[in-house]
């Protein structure tokens, strides 16, 4: 509580009064009730140069920790540059409680402890959504029958680039479903031809796994940490149906293997972490694993901050949530994870999928059974045809 007012006197009519200023250091002021124009002034939007005390989790991508050029430590990641704007507006300074090693993950669970125990401000990390500050709001959800959608005669012809009726007396908003539904089956037909002939020349060996089922009649080993093995577990209509088989380690072997690609198991994983992986695989020669929708324990999670109770920065994050989502700066931090964690030297760039190595390109040696062969057949026919003239000549002859 910043705003408290105490007036001192017998008197009912107060012209005087006392309150006091926080930051930069705790100093008490006298006012005047009529000189002051705003009686409950933001105490809070300059800290200068406070320390917020926190700790990063190091769950890549949300925060990285590492040196720059200059030998510097830097903090960035899509929470952490939330943390850094989060200082910055308030002008304030991060401090870290103890030191903090590049690379050290830790537990979110160890966090949240440390936040209630008052020796945390506030984590550099987000937490899955009890009762705290909101990152991502829900979406609304509407419902509606997927038959009036699909299942009639013109979607279907147009989707599949075939001919369909068309309303002679059409308003501008139905022709442009109908050009979006040519356009659509053109691209569906012409995708599926190359995808048809690409099957051709490369056929996969095996049925790609993309469902639980699919993982449990492979038998496929799911690894997941020691901490979160309880919530997996847990699920009960998935485990119990499925008879998924989940292999536990501890919490940064987890990870470790899991950045690594270690192809040995199948991994849980956040969408967001899951397209710095994608993007890394564009530089090897086949991919290593996929992302499934129809592989997902939670569609949908949300993640917050965690505070301590009765935290004097909850507004100030709520707002700044607020504006870094109005301003797109969330979308923008989200599409730099790849190039931030190749700045960090967390994404190697070296082919992990083992290609094949066929041997170099085509030489003159390389060709010389092919010469032999046709040298060889030339001479073959040069005789077949000498044989065949002194036949004929010799038939004409006679």
């Not at 939330?82 to 200082?87: E, S």
């Not at 966090?111 to 984590?123: E, F, I, R, V, W």
């Amino acid at each position: 509580m910043f705003n408290v007012f105490a007036f001192i006197g017998d008197s009912s009519y107060k012209s005087e009064f006392y309150t006091f200023w926080a930051y930069p250091n705790f100093h008490i002021v006298k006012e005047s009730v009529n000189a002051l124009a705003d009686y409950f002034p933001n105490k809070f939007k300059n800290l200068y140069g406070t320390s917020i005390i926190t700790l990063p989790d190091q769950l890549e991508p949300r925060t990285i920790v590492h040196r720059n050029k200059l030998g510097q430590q830097v903090l960035t990641g899509y929470v952490g540059k939330f943390m850094l704007t989060l200082a910055w507006k308030l002008n304030a300074t991060l401090k870290y409680a103890r030191p903090v090693k590049g690379g050290e993950i830790i537990f979110y669970g160890d966090l949240l402890a440390s936040t209630k125990n008052g020796t945390l401000d506030m984590p550099a990390s987000i937490l899955p959504i009890t009762n705290l500050t909101i990152l991502r709001y829900k979406r609304k959800h509407y419902q509606c029958h997927i038959f009036e959608f699909i299942l009639n005669d013109v979607t279907l012809r147009g989707l599949l680039g075939q001919t369909f009726n068309m309303l002679p007396n059409a308003n501008i908003t139905l022709k442009l479903v109908y050009i979006l539904l040519s356009l659509s089956g053109l691209y569906i037909s012409s995708h599926l031809q190359a995808y048809l002939q690409t099957m051709l020349t490369q056929p996969p060996k095996e049925r790609q796994l993309m469902t639980f089922k699919d993982a449990s009649e492979a038998k496929l080993p799911i690894l997941v940490s020691e901490e979160e093995l309880i919530f997996y577990t847990s699920t009960q209509n998935l485990y119990s149906e499925y008879s998924l088989h989940f292999v536990s380690t501890s919490y940064a072997d987890f990870h470790q293997k899991r950045n690594d690609l270690f192809v040995k198991y199948a991994y849980p994983i956040p969408n967001i972490l899951w397209m710095v992986y994608e993007q890394q695989q564009k530089f090897f020669l086949r991919k290593l694993f996929v992302f499934s929708w129809e592989a997902c324990f939670m569609s949908t999670t949300y993640y917050g901050f965690t505070l301590q109770k009765h935290s004097l920065y909850r507004p100030a994050v709520e707002n700044l949530i607020l504006d870094v989502r109005a301003y797109g700066l969330i979308d923008n931090w989200f599409h730099a994870n790849f190039y931030d964690m190749v700045m960090a030297d967390r994404v190697s760039f070296t082919d992990k999928s083992n290609p094949k190595v066929y041997g170099g390109s085509l030489k003159i040696e390389d060709l010389q059974w092919v010469w032999i062969t046709y040298i060889l057949l030339i001479i073959l026919s040069i005789w077949i045809f000498t044989v065949e003239f002194f036949i004929a000549h010799f038939i004409i002859n006679k």
